[in-house]
């Protein structure tokens, strides 16, 4: 069985008409969205397909009836309030057939919602099929089975390793074909209690009604702490996640920073610190030169003139030496007229190019005035920038310490909350010892179960030699309670040759996709409880509470796997949120091994978080189709994109 397209129309978050079609030749179909974009809903949409009021979703659900629960799909955006599923798949038999199974419904009728079935089997209305399709769809994928091939990797994150889930037994044994012979097993005590209310009053019937009896209560005894240990369960889970509520109300109340408080006062006196030094830093330049940033300009021409008046000073002070020299020199020379002409030259030039002394700076106070033009000044405004950027972060840190701080703290709260968590806590401890003496109890009733059945059985021999052959109604129980011993027998021989190949093939598919390989060696069910048993190498049970999460995940995926295969049923796969609880080698393994092979189809509903790009790379090659739930925030629905993860989605 292939599917080839599935078409949603005002189903769930998917407004309007919405159609995935699958048309690639590769294995696996990727489908991406976010949580609440549809991904579930998606799964949802082809078991009420397939099964309609049969679909395990439904059963799971908390709706009183059928009707509710189509009405819960119902998207009324377009006001029209009808809605419809439509699923087209073909067989892989002879002929490759195709069948389109539509189901419509509406939510006008608020008192009443019935739904309308069609059938196309090769593109043509039949309606024997419209007619029997629960007869037909439970023949090709039976709605007991169908957990194993469509299936929310969250939700079997919960069955891992409990003994006393009755639904995955019950779907165990009517895939060993064990739950038809309860039935008729079952039947055939009903017809011996029938017959023996009309046969004599024998002493040996009237054992075996007594013997029957106490069989039939150490069934219902063995039921009794059955139902116990799942309520347990329940309780024990819910205990769990009101703990986990009340620890998140906590740190909401402020008790992370009751916790943390020396912490965020230590971190308050650094900070403060740091500020004051800063501000200290920030005063020296202040005091200093960078006052001077505000008359740069004035900085610039002080510089010029000042250069101008050191040149004429040096100038004037050459003339100066020239003229003292010559004097020396007149004395000692008497033609000396050019020379003379030369220092009148010197002594004009001087006097023309004479300069107004304005600043008369001296060599240090103009060697100063140039450094802060050159670059001085500009270190100092970076330096004064720096500090304030510093004083910046510094001063929101504070603020977000002091938010902190100043969160107003019900303490006398607080401390109800811490109490009730630790109460809680105790609660746990409790309810976990109390499943360790209910799991003794079961231990217990099994035993009896075994040694009652054991007893009537004797009897039922001894009965069956007394019973005169001529007469009808003692030879039908006689023949009924043969019948009966041997649907018992053939049914234990069936369970314990079935379950023993289930076990080599859970085993084969857990050992190639466990990461510690050396770990778990075999995997054995019991024939009679269904209970696995996990040996290591030395033939030494492994205890469950070895297993990590991502470990008692990987599996209850193996024993899906296996029992898919043990059913000899080619059918597609759709795994919703498949990664959670796994770390990064796990799901490689499950990306490389378990996709590719789990069926000739697998459908993947995933988050970007579970299959990221990386993920994504190491599966490309095995993808036929890709996929994106886009959601429109304004329209509050979902739309189909190709590819995956892309558009705004990305």
């Known amino acids: 069985m292939i599917i080839k397209r599935l078409t949603m129309h005002n189903f769930g978050v998917y407004a309007s008409t919405n159609t995935f079609e699958f048309s690639g030749k590769k294995p696996i179909v990727l489908i991406g969205g976010l949580n609440g974009r549809g991904k579930t809903t998606f799964l949802e949409a082809v078991l009420l397909s397939l099964y309609g009021a049969n679909s395990f979703a439904y059963k799971e659900s908390s709706f009183n009836t059928y009707g509710q629960y189509l009405r819960s799909f119902v998207n009324v955006s377009d006001g029209t309030k009808e809605t419809y599923v439509e699923l087209e798949f073909v067989l892989n038999n002879a002929d490759w057939d195709h069948y389109i199974i539509r189901r419509d419904w509406s939510a006008v009728n608020k008192v009443r919602t019935t739904e309308e079935i069609r059938v196309l089997k090769n593109g043509s209305y039949n309606s024997f099929l419209t007619e029997n399709w629960l007869m037909f769809i439970e023949n090709i994928l039976p709605s007991a089975l169908s957990n194993f091939f469509f299936f929310d990797g969250e939700k079997i994150a919960e069955l891992a390793v409990d003994n006393t889930n009755s639904q995955l037994k019950e779907s165990i044994r009517a895939m060993l074909g064990i739950s038809v012979l309860d039935k008729l097993n079952s039947d055939m005590h009903r017809n011996i209690r029938k017959l023996q209310k009309a046969a004599s009053?024998?002493?040996?019937?009237?054992?075996?009604?007594?013997?029957?009896?106490?069989?039939?209560?150490?069934?219902?005894?063995?039921?009794?702490?059955?139902?116990?240990?799942?309520?347990?369960?329940?309780?024990?889970?819910?205990?769990?996640?009101?703990?986990?509520?009340?620890?998140?109300?906590?740190?909401?109340?402020?008790?992370?920073?009751?916790?943390?408080?020396?912490?965020?006062?230590?971190?308050?006196?650094?900070?403060?610190?740091?500020?004051?030094?800063?501000?200290?830093?920030?005063?020296?330049?202040?005091?200093?030169?960078?006052?001077?940033?505000?008359?740069?300009?004035?900085?610039?021409?002080?510089?010029?003139?000042?250069?101008?008046?050191?040149?004429?000073?040096?100038?004037?002070?050459?003339?100066?030496?020239?003229?003292?020299?010559?004097?020396?020199?007149?004395?000692?020379?008497k033609d000396a007229d050019r020379v003379s002409s030369f220092i009148n030259y010197l002594d004009a030039d001087s006097a023309n190019n004479s300069v107004e002394p304005v600043y008369n700076l001296s060599d240090h106070s103009l060697l100063q005035v140039r450094r802060l033009k050159d670059g001085g000044l500009s270190k100092t405004v970076e330096n004064a920038a720096q500090e304030l950027e510093r004083q910046s972060k510094l001063s929101k840190k504070s603020d977000e310490i002091e938010n902190y701080l100043s969160i107003d703290i019900n303490e006398k709260e607080l401390k109800k909350i811490y109490t009730d968590i630790r109460l809680i806590e105790h609660k746990i401890r409790d309810t976990e010892a109390d499943l360790a003496i209910l799991e003794q109890k079961r231990s217990n009733a099994n035993g009896e179960l075994m040694k009652a059945t054991s007893e009537f059985n004797k009897n039922v021999s001894v009965l069956l030699g007394n019973l005169e052959a001529d007469d009808d109604k003692k030879r039908d129980i006689?023949?009924?309670?043969?019948?009966?011993?041997?649907?018992?027998?053939?049914?234990?021989?069936?369970?314990?040759?079935?379950?023993?190949?289930?076990?080599?093939?859970?085993?084969?598919?857990?050992?190639?996709?466990?990461?510690?390989?050396?770990?778990?060696?075999?995997?054995?069910?019991?024939?009679?409880?269904?209970?696995?048993?996990?040996?290591?190498?030395?033939?030494?049970?492994?205890?469950?509470?070895?297993?990590?999460?991502?470990?008692?995940?990987?599996?209850?995926?193996?024993?899906?796997?296996?029992?898919?295969?043990?059913?000899?049923?080619?059918?597609?796969?759709?795994?919703?949120t498949p990664l959670s609880r796994l770390d990064s080698n796990h799901r490689k393994s499950l990306i490389q091994t378990y996709f590719p092979q789990a069926s000739e189809q697998t459908i993947i509903l995933s988050t970007d978080s579970e299959i990221d790009q990386n993920y994504y790379q190491l599966m490309k090659e095995n993808v036929g189709d890709e996929f994106t739930l886009s959601y429109d925030d304004e329209s509050k629905s979902t739309t189909i994109l190709k590819g995956y993860f892309v558009g705004d989605e990305k």
């Open 201 to 333: 009053a024998l002493a040996e019937t009237k054992e075996i009604d007594r013997l029957r009896t106490l069989k039939e209560n150490a069934e219902q005894n063995l039921s009794q702490v059955e139902a116990e240990i799942t309520s347990k369960n329940e309780q024990l889970a819910s205990l769990k996640e009101q703990c986990e509520q009340k620890k998140l109300d906590y740190s909401a109340r402020g008790g992370y920073v009751v916790d943390k408080k020396d912490t965020l006062l230590a971190q308050r006196a650094e900070v403060q610190a740091q500020r004051q030094q800063s501000r200290e830093n920030l005063s020296q330049l202040a005091a200093g030169e960078l006052p001077l940033i505000l008359v740069r300009d004035l900085l610039n021409n002080i510089t010029g003139q000042a250069m101008k008046e050191k040149e004429a000073a040096e100038k004037k002070q050459a003339v100066s030496y020239v003229n003292s020299v010559f004097a020396k020199y007149m004395k000692e020379n």
């Open 478 to 576: 006689k023949y009924s309670e043969m019948a009966v011993r041997v649907l018992n027998e053939f049914s234990v021989r069936l369970q314990r040759k079935k379950t023993g190949i289930l076990g080599e093939t859970i085993t084969s598919c857990y050992k190639k996709l466990a990461n510690k390989k050396n770990l778990i060696d075999q995997i054995t069910m019991d024939p009679v409880t269904l209970d696995l048993t996990y040996l290591n190498k030395d033939g030494v049970e492994v205890e469950k509470t070895a297993l990590s999460a991502g470990e008692k995940q990987l599996m209850v995926i193996s024993i899906l796997w296996a029992l898919a295969i043990c059913s000899k049923k080619k059918l597609p796969v759709i795994i919703d």
